[in-house]
């Protein structure tokens, strides 16, 4: 049997057009309402094109430490999922060995959860 799913992002804007808030919610999320986000990343991929879409957001109010750990994250997560998408562990090693240098190198070890 089909099913959908939605997410739903809502981001309101300052006067300048720059994010002042940041929202999420959905349908399948595990939770009701909208969750606030000071960043968020979304990346989309189109065959026809062969071309990566992305949407990069963040709110004035995430500072520069948050935004490394939050990239250190995303680092090791794309580990994993390449690895569960292609099966190539040397690949995703490698994704790994770098998020683990990046986070090193911006002194995030203790930070990271």
Known sequence: MSKTSEIKF??????????KKIEWEATDGGFEGKKVCSTMMI?????K????????LWTKEMLVNDMNIHFSQILNKMSGTYLRATGNNEI???IQNFSSEFAARLDL?????
């Open 92 to 94: 995703a090693e490698m």
């Open 43 to 47: 990346s989309l991929w189109d065959k």
């Open 10 to 19: 809502t981001i309101q804007l300052d006067d300048k057009n720059m994010p």
């Open 109 to 113: 070890i203790k930070n990271i959860k």
């Open 49 to 56: 094109e062969q071309i990566t879409m992305g949407i990069d």
